[in-house]
């Protein structure tokens, strides 16, 4: 055995480790491949030997060949035994290994799931490390689902290394298994504060990661964010949480005011450029979001400005890019600020790095105005001229395009100018741009009517020039715009100065070698050319003129007909025997000019390239049902002709159209008319149909053009645009004169006049008026166009899943799983398993999964309900939110408490976040702030302060937490007070900030709408029984799932120095409600509660009962029994209780749509039963929301003073609520099917409020 | 010249292989007095992404980050990193990098996670580096001590004299962060 040992050593020796590798691959530079192969064929041996060091150091080469892009998939399985050696060394180098080969797809990443587990579980921590990050490598969904719960443990692991490790690899677990975020997500949270600043700045990195894709979710934790980044001196997590508050701003106008101080004094204090750059870019952002409201910031955005002019002006290369990159983002608010620049960004475009000259160039584009357009073209025409890279002159031109073309040609004043620059642009060398010069070219002449002629005229000089183009084969891209120019000069003939040459410049035989579908478009419009030509021949007396013309298109139209191309071919032969049977006619005297132009009749008209997407679908049709169904798959392939064919039946068979008569035609040919008239993508043949269009204004309805007669319509040969940009000048220069004449009212006309186009450029814009008064034709959209303008999203972006309301409470069914092997489906042991529902017996786990699933799934349609909501009806915010806070907090259990998920009460933060928000930074309420969260962060006493003290004003206050928090309230009342004046006014800027915001962020809206008074604490736990050993508190909560099944949460709290264990829950069942034991076990069994405790600490169970009528409330007696465990001794103990099945329990709180609502009350199924309160001091959105809370209903509909609510029993009761308010009396009428069940639960809201 | 790319490793390998090529390309040919960032191309996952490096002697180290990353932020990260290689490879060199890829690996484990920033601070690195080490020292390393004879003496044929990265001096132009 030794002697094997020793020789395995020695073997080993002569093994190839990873260094001889690399230096083998060196030294075989010719023969690499060949080398590697018989590499890897000897790592296939070392890989089948025992030893593991052999395995591992075969496994370490691999790595690297891997690297060098070698397939080593083959090997997964080796590297997962290499991954469970129990030696770090190896185990380090089966981690890394994997994390360079393992992907989704590697199917042995099955079978690391409990290796990886027994990893995270060491007791060292760098096998615990090693795990983790070769983990976040290649998790999976599998993986994080059944880890999920394993890191979480972790994320509170003794040793920061792990802790910082688990927190970071939070974030790809959620992305895999998005569930697990808000089980997750409290002690995450927690993680802010961590001590070790490694941590905290992972848990900064996690949240701003996840706030960035989904900024609303974390706006509640602005003010943790704040007090980090007042307090953080680490310049990672200060640049972190700039960057995030940067992503948060746009949805709360509030935060910005307040960040705009610290952030300014940073700009001023830091001596770090990155830090500084960061300031300045969240600056930025949230001047972006004040930009509506907030007029004086005008020093910020300067001194934004300034410091980004310090980068640019930078030698650094780095920091002038970033320079740039921020100035454009100012570009989009304040242009002017940045225009004043001009001149540095200008000197950009010379810089030698090209990263530099690009961003330069997208700065230029937003900068340019009506005046100065012209110039800064002019000077990009010079760099094109000097561009040596064909990518940089591509890019040039695309921008030169994009410039003069934003915002529907909004700058350019002179269409003649920008058409020069489109031609001068067709000069340019190899550009792969071709086409897109000639798609504008296109567009300009369809849309602007009044360059047409122009344009035609130099299009047609372009065509007979066409050889400087075709000439060369490097400027095959430029032919492109030979496409335009022969299209708009036929389809625009009449403009042509001399339609004859132009006809023949197109017919000429070196059209030929142009591109097919070039050659398509010469050929179909020298047809309309030929149209023009005959017309005005015509007119002559001289036919042979005519005549002629028609002999050269026979003459020439062969060499098409001749062509490879099938639609040259088709198009050439069409007019080629058209041509030759006009001859004909010719021949005899026929006048045919008209009808032969008859032929090309009618306009083009712009359709908005979004139109397709946006026409509607006609009522009653479903594009998803067959038209014809489709053939049963019995029906062989062969039969099915035969079988029409052998009867010939006329049904299945076209219809016949020699029956159709006359008359039938012509009827179908009318509603065909029709229908085309209807039908946005028909062209039209005559104008009129225009009408058609109620929002796009009909061609005919475009103001005539004037043509200015101070501009010279044409400039001679090939337009040279610098000559353009004299005329302008000059043109401008005598009309400013003018207009100083002028009074300003009519100015004033004129500007209303244009005022569709906005215009953001500086005043003096308005007085350049364009050189024609140019009307561009709008683009035409369908008829009832949906207006949604969300198609740009994408469907599969991983961060959707994670789109998730983290402040509402944590629901029974999200609890991550718990350590259990997964390929067992088995129950979970109750010790195991916190659940007490889980104690149920086998047959369940598969349907609580399915449960689950349905679960998830009502609640992502709730929430979209919810959303959908928000946009409807403004007031409805408010109340919708209280309406989902009514959603009791379930505080979770799990074994030994690892899991802590307090209940977040949600609207104790929401009031927080709008009460920071509308205070001055005042240092004490960020830190009461910081006290909230960390009160919410301690997992222990939160299930006890969660018990508002005055919602429950016979319970004795005896924890620190409740006393620290209600404290803590009084003295934000008293604040309250003080600031009242201040709010109030304020409250006006809030309101509008609201308003400009749309649908902003539910939180804030909440806090807008009632903004008078935050809401108390509140909780619908209640005292169940307490003796000096033990106390509990209980909440039931109807199943969502069972109409028979009731839940009933009991929070056990030591209250005594021993420790509780062995502790039994027994209840005296009922003929209506009994508890559920597991099976097996007898009628009067107890349930042993799933957990111990030790002194201090409390802890959560769950009870299911099942009940049978629902409409009556009752009372169960039960005991519990359990052992005060000592040093020395042991004791039974128990307690006496009694449960109290109130009506409201077996309510569950359901949305309910008001026209819904409406109609339930119509039916006229219900019953009415109404109560008044008297004396009822609180205003009317706490009384709602109590209401909400305590008794689980939504408000429907609120108006005023009163409002109309709505709720659900677990058996499908409908319960609906009108409440009114006058003075300090509350009248409720309420409706339900049930009379018993109704007069219940009216009792028992009034006892509610008997009690406040 | 060695590529370290970034945040890529979960490509099929040509693509992966495809990036690497291609993002030397366009760092390879760059001036050394041009800006350090690239605007990302459909290669490395569209506009939200850059390419941001340094060059050291023979060497680049490119980083690929989104958005959610400080540009200069990453320069420094970069600088850390290698400032951290220096250590732990005591006066790191081209050849060093190359021959033992599997520790350079480990360390920049200890730098990004799972495509995240996970440490900055260097002392914090190297100490964690060093005690994984010793422990794999402890436990008889790889390649034990006769192998490591035997490897000792076939180093003795380089094929090439290391040649050193003086950090030292491309230090000073870097906007340096405030410790940490």
């Given at each position: 055995m030794a002697l094997k040992i020793v020789k395995g050593s020695i073997d080993r020796m002569f093994d190839k480790n990873l260094q001889d590798l690399v230096r083998g691959i060196r030294n075989h530079k010719e023969d690499e491949a060949k080398y590697i192969s018989t590499c890897i064929d000897e790592i296939k041996q070392e890989l089948k030997q025992d030893n593991?060091?052999?395995?591992?150091?075969?496994?370490?080469?691999?790595?690297?060949?891997?690297?060098?892009?070698?397939?080593?998939?083959?090997?997964?399985?080796?590297?997962?035994?290499?991954?469970?050696?129990?030696?770090?060394?190896?185990?380090?180098?089966?981690?890394?290994?994997?994390?360079?080969?393992?992907?989704?797809?590697?199917?042995?990443?099955?079978?690391?799931?409990?290796?990886?587990?027994?990893?995270?579980?060491?007791?060292?921590?760098?096998?615990?490390?090693?795990?983790?990050?070769?983990?976040?490598?290649?998790?999976?969904?599998?993986?994080?689902?059944?880890?999920?719960?394993?890191?979480?443990?972790?994320?509170?692991?003794?040793?920061?290394?792990?802790?910082?490790?688990?927190?970071?690899?939070?974030?790809?677990?959620?992305?895999?298994?998005?569930?697990?975020?808000?089980?997750?997500?409290?002690?995450?949270?927690?993680?802010?504060?961590?001590?070790?600043?490694?941590?905290?700045?992972?848990?900064?990195?996690?949240?701003?990661?996840?706030?960035?894709?989904?900024?609303?979710?974390?706006?509640?934790?602005?003010?943790?964010?704040?007090?980090?980044?007042?307090?953080?001196?680490?310049?990672?997590?200060?640049?972190?949480?700039?960057?995030?508050?940067?992503?948060?701003?746009?949805?709360?106008?509030?935060?910005?005011?307040?960040?705009?101080?610290?952030?300014?004094?940073?700009?001023?204090?830091?001596?770090?450029?990155?830090?500084?750059?960061?300031?300045?870019?969240?600056?930025?952002a949230v001047l972006i979001s004040l930009s509506s409201g907030m007029p004086n910031h005008s020093a910020s955005i300067q001194l934004c400005v300034q410091k980004l002019r310090i980068l640019i002006e930078d030698s650094d290369q780095n920091l002038k890019y970033l320079g740039l990159l921020a100035m454009s983002k100012i570009l989009k608010t304040h242009p002017k600020s940045v225009q004043s620049h001009k001149d540095l960004i200008l000197q950009c475009l010379d810089d030698k790095d090209e990263s530099i000259r690009l961003r330069a160039l997208d700065l230029l584009y937003g900068m340019v105005s009506k005046k100065n357009l012209m110039e800064i073209v002019k000077k990009l025409m010079l760099h094109v001229d000097k561009a040596e890279g064909t990518t940089y002159r591509d890019e040039l031109l695309t921008k030169i395009i994009d410039i003069c073309s934003q915002s529907n040609y909004q700058y350019i004043t002179n269409f003649e100018w920008y058409i020069s620059i489109l031609v001068e642009l067709t000069r340019l060398e190899g550009t792969r741009h071709g086409h897109l010069i000639a798609s504008q070219m296109l567009d300009v002449a369809i849309r602007v009517k009044a360059i047409r002629g122009f344009a035609v005229a130099q299009m047609a000089t372009l065509l007979d020039n066409a050889h400087?183009?075709?000439?060369?084969?490097?400027?095959?891209?430029?032919?492109?715009?030979?496409?335009?120019?022969?299209?708009?000069?036929?389809?625009?003939?009449?403009?042509?100065?001399?339609?004859?040459?132009?006809?023949?410049?197109?017919?000429?035989?070196?059209?030929?070698?142009?591109?097919?579908?070039?050659?398509?478009?010469?050929?179909?419009?020298?047809?309309?050319?030929?149209?023009?030509?005959?017309?005005?021949?015509?007119?002559?007396?001289?036919?042979?003129?005519?005549?002629?013309?028609?002999?050269?298109?026979?003459?020439?139209?062969?060499?098409?007909?001749?062509?490879?191309?099938?639609?040259?071919?088709?198009?050439?032969?069409?007019?080629?025997?058209?041509?030759?049977?006009?001859?004909?006619?010719?021949?005899?005297?026929?006048?045919?000019?008209?009808?032969?132009?008859?032929?090309?009749?009618?306009?083009?008209?712009?359709?908005?390239?979004?139109?397709?997407?946006?026409?509607?679908?006609?009522?009653?049709?479903?594009l998803d049902s067959w038209i014809n169904e489709p053939p049963s798959e019995s029906e062989s392939e062969d039969e099915q002709p035969k079988a029409i064919f052998a009867k010939e039946e006329p049904k299945h068979s076209r219809p016949r159209r020699e029956e159709v008569d006359e008359k039938e035609l012509a009827k179908r040919r009318e509603a065909r008319k029709q229908e085309q008239a209807n039908n946005p993508f028909y062209i039209k043949a005559s104008p009129s149909s225009q009408k058609v269009y109620q929002e796009a204004p009909g061609v005919e309805h475009i103001p005539v053009v004037q043509i200015d007669l101070s501009v010279p319509l044409k400039v001679p040969g090939l337009p040279m645009s610098d000559q353009y940009v004299k005329l302008e000048e000059e043109r401008r220069q005598k009309e400013r004169a003018e207009k100083k004449k002028k009074e300003k009212k009519k100015r004033k006309e004129k500007r209303s006049g244009r005022g569709k186009k906005h215009d953001s450029g500086p005043e003096s814009e308005e007085d350049i008026t364009p050189a024609h008064q140019v009307d561009i034709v709008t683009e035409e959209m369908p008829e009832n166009a949906l207006p949604s303008d969300d198609d740009d999203k994408?469907?599969?972006?991983?961060?959707?899943?994670?789109?998730?309301?983290?402040?509402?409470?944590?629901?029974?069914?999200?609890?991550?799983?718990?350590?259990?092997?997964?390929?067992?489906?088995?129950?979970?042991?109750?010790?195991?398993?916190?659940?007490?529902?889980?104690?149920?017996?086998?047959?369940?786990?598969?349907?609580?999964?399915?449960?689950?699933?349905?679960?998830?799934?009502?609640?992502?349609?709730?929430?979209?309900?919810?959303?959908?909501?928000?946009?409807?009806?403004?007031?409805?915010?408010?109340?919708?939110?209280?309406?989902?806070?009514?959603?009791?907090?379930?505080?979770?259990?799990?074994?030994?408490?690892?899991?802590?998920?307090?209940?977040?009460?949600?609207?104790?933060?929401?009031?927080?976040?709008?009460?920071?928000?509308?205070?001055?930074?005042?240092?004490?309420?960020?830190?009461?702030?910081?006290?909230?969260?960390?009160?919410?962060?301690?997992?222990?006493?939160?299930?006890?302060?969660?018990?508002?003290?005055?919602?429950?004003?016979?319970?004795?206050?005896?924890?620190?937490?409740?006393?620290?928090?209600?404290?803590?309230?009084?003295?934000?009342?008293?604040?309250?007070?003080?600031?009242?004046?201040?709010?109030?006014?304020?409250?006006?800027?809030?309101?509008?900030?609201?308003?400009?915001?749309?649908?902003?962020?539910?939180?804030?809206?909440?806090?807008?709408?009632?903004?008078?008074?935050?809401?108390?604490?509140?909780?619908?736990?209640?005292?169940?029984?307490?003796?000096?050993?033990?106390?509990?508190?209980?909440?039931i909560q109807g199943n969502l799932q069972d109409g028979s099944q009731v839940v009933v949460s009991v929070i056990f709290e030591n209250k005594c120095d021993s420790f509780l264990k062995s502790m039994e829950f027994n209840v005296l069942d009922s003929l209506n409600s009994k508890l559920q034991r597991p099976e097996g076990s007898g009628p009067h069994d107890g349930l042993t509660v799933p957990f111990q405790l030790p002194p201090g600490v409390s802890n959560e169970a769950r009870f299911v009962f099942t009940v049978q009528s629902i409409i009556m409330p009752q009372k169960l007696k039960g005991t519990l029994t359990f052992i005060v465990k000592n040093e020395d001794s042991s004791t039974h103990e128990k307690l006496d209780f009694k449960l109290h099945f109130t009506c409201t329990s077996y309510l569950i709180t359901t949305p309910c749509y008001s026209d819904a609502f409406a109609k339930l009350l119509e039916s006229g199924d219900l019953k009415c039963s109404s109560v008044r309160l008297e004396g009822v001091n609180m205003p009317f959105h706490h009384l709602l929301a109590r209401i909400c809370f305590h008794h689980h209903f939504s408000v429907v509909e609120r108006i005023d003073s009163c409002a109309s609510m709505y709720s659900r029993s677990i058996q499908g009761h409908h319960v609906c609520l009108l409440v009114k308010v006058s003075a300090q009396t509350v009248s409720i009428d309420a409706k339900c099917d049930e009379p018993t069940l109704l007069g219940n639960v009216l009792d028992e809201i009034k006892q509610t409020f008997s009690q406040c | 010249?060695?590529?370290?790319?970034?945040?890529?490793?979960?490509?099929?390998?040509?693509?992966?292989?495809?990036?690497?090529?291609?993002?030397?390309?366009?760092?390879?040919?760059?001036?050394?007095?041009?800006?350090?960032?690239?605007?990302?191309?459909?290669?490395?996952?569209?506009?939200?992404?850059?390419?941001?490096?340094?060059?050291?002697?023979?060497?680049?180290?490119?980083?690929?980050?989104?958005?959610?990353?400080?540009?200069?932020?990453?320069?420094?990260?970069?600088?850390?990193?290698?400032?951290?290689?220096?250590?732990?490879?005591?006066?790191?060199?081209?050849?060093?990098?190359?021959?033992?890829?599997?520790?350079?690996?480990?360390?920049?484990?200890?730098?990004?996670?799972?495509?995240?920033?996970?440490?900055?601070?260097?002392?914090?690195?190297?100490?964690?580096?060093?005690?994984?080490?010793?422990?794999?020292?402890?436990?008889?390393?790889?390649?034990?001590?006769?192998?490591?004879?035997?490897?000792?003496?076939?180093?003795?044929?380089?094929?090439?004299i290391p040649r050193n990265i003086n950090i030292g001096d491309i230090n000073i132009k870097v906007p340096s962060l405030s410790p940490f």
């Open positions: 593991i060091a052999v395995k591992a150091n075969a496994v370490c080469k691999l790595t690297y060949l891997q690297m060098l892009g070698y397939d080593v998939s083959w090997a997964a399985f080796n590297i997962v035994e290499v991954m469970s050696s129990s030696k770090f060394t190896y185990k380090r180098i089966g981690y890394l290994a994997a994390s360079q080969c393992f992907h989704e797809s590697t199917d042995v990443i099955m079978l690391t799931t409990n290796q990886i587990r027994k990893d995270l579980s060491s007791p060292n921590q760098y096998d615990t490390g090693v795990a983790l990050t070769g983990l976040s490598c290649f998790v999976t969904p599998d993986l994080a689902r059944d880890l999920a719960n394993d890191i979480m443990t972790l994320m509170s692991h003794t040793k920061p290394y792990i802790r910082k490790k688990a927190v970071l690899i939070m974030y790809k677990v959620f992305l895999k298994y998005p569930e697990s975020l808000r089980p997750a997500f409290p002690r995450l949270k927690e993680k802010l504060e961590d001590p070790d600043p490694g941590v905290q700045s992972a848990a900064v990195n996690v949240i701003c990661e996840l706030a960035r894709r989904n900024p609303k979710n974390y706006l509640s934790l602005a003010p943790l964010f704040f007090k980090l980044m007042t307090s953080s001196t680490n310049n990672w997590v200060l640049i972190k949480i700039i960057k995030l508050f940067g992503a948060l701003t746009p949805l709360e106008p509030r935060l910005g005011k307040k960040l705009i101080e610290p952030l300014t004094n940073l700009i001023h204090s830091t001596s770090a450029m990155s830090l500084l750059y960061e300031c300045v870019n969240t600056v930025i400087l183009l075709t000439g060369n084969m490097q400027r095959m891209g430029i032919c492109e715009v030979l496409y335009a120019a022969a299209w708009i000069c036929g389809e625009f003939s009449e403009h042509l100065e001399n339609p004859m040459q132009t006809l023949e410049a197109m017919l000429r035989p070196k059209v030929a070698t142009l591109p097919g579908h070039i050659q398509a478009v010469y050929v179909q419009n020298a047809a309309k050319l030929f149209a023009t030509v005959l017309k005005s021949q015509e007119g002559n007396t001289d036919s042979t003129a005519a005549q002629e013309t028609s002999q050269l298109m026979i003459d020439r139209l062969p060499l098409f007909v001749q062509s490879a191309n099938l639609e040259v071919q088709e198009r050439a032969s069409c007019i080629l025997q058209l041509v030759k049977y006009i001859q004909k006619l010719q021949q005899k005297d026929v006048e045919v000019a008209e009808e032969v132009s008859a032929l090309f009749a009618g306009e083009l008209n712009p359709v908005a390239p979004k139109a397709q997407k946006k026409v509607p679908v006609p009522e009653g049709l479903d994408d469907p599969n972006d991983p961060h959707k899943a994670l789109d998730i309301d983290l402040d509402k409470p944590l629901a029974d069914s999200e609890k991550l799983p718990v350590r259990s092997h997964r390929a067992a489906e088995a129950p979970k042991s109750p010790t195991e398993d916190g659940d007490a529902t889980s104690q149920e017996p086998k047959k369940k786990s598969s349907k609580e999964k399915r449960e689950k699933k349905k679960d998830k799934d009502r609640d992502r349609k709730k929430s979209k309900e919810e959303k959908k909501k928000k946009k409807h009806k403004h007031e409805e915010k408010g109340e919708d939110l209280l309406g989902g806070e009514a959603e009791e907090p379930v505080v979770q259990s799990e074994e030994t408490n690892e899991v802590a998920a307090p209940p977040t009460s949600t609207s104790a933060e929401v009031s927080d976040l709008d009460f920071w928000l509308s205070n001055a930074p005042v240092p004490s309420n960020t830190q009461e702030t910081a006290t909230v969260a960390a009160a919410e962060a301690a997992p222990m006493p939160e299930a006890t302060s969660g018990i508002a003290p005055d919602s429950e004003p016979d319970e004795p206050k005896d924890t620190e937490m409740e006393e620290t928090k209600s404290s803590k309230h009084k003295k934000k009342k008293q604040k309250k007070e003080k600031e009242e004046k201040e709010k109030k006014k304020k409250k006006k800027h809030h309101h509008h900030h609201h308003h400009s915001d749309g649908g902003g962020e539910e939180a804030v809206q909440n806090g807008t709408v009632e903004e008078e008074e935050p809401l108390p604490p509140m909780s619908n736990y209640c005292l169940l029984a307490e003796n000096s050993y033990v106390k509990m508190v209980y909440d | 010249v060695q590529n370290t790319v970034q945040h890529v490793l979960l490509q099929a390998e040509d693509m992966q292989q495809q990036i690497i090529r291609e993002t030397f390309h366009l760092v390879s040919k760059r001036d050394d007095n041009v800006c350090n960032f690239l605007e990302g191309g459909s290669l490395i996952g569209g506009s939200d992404y850059k390419l941001i490096y340094r060059h050291y002697a023979t060497l680049y180290f490119v980083f690929c980050v989104d958005s959610s990353e400080s540009e200069l932020g990453i320069l420094d990260l970069i600088q850390v990193f290698v400032e951290t290689l220096d250590k732990c490879f005591e006066n790191v060199c081209e050849l060093d990098l190359i021959f033992h890829m599997d520790k350079v690996h480990y360390i920049l484990q200890e730098v990004v996670m799972g495509g995240m920033v996970l440490e900055t601070n260097m002392n914090e690195i190297t100490t964690q580096v060093d005690v994984q080490n010793r422990m794999e020292k402890s436990e008889g390393g790889l390649s034990a001590a006769p192998a490591r004879a035997v490897s000792a003496v076939k180093n003795m044929n380089l094929p090439e």
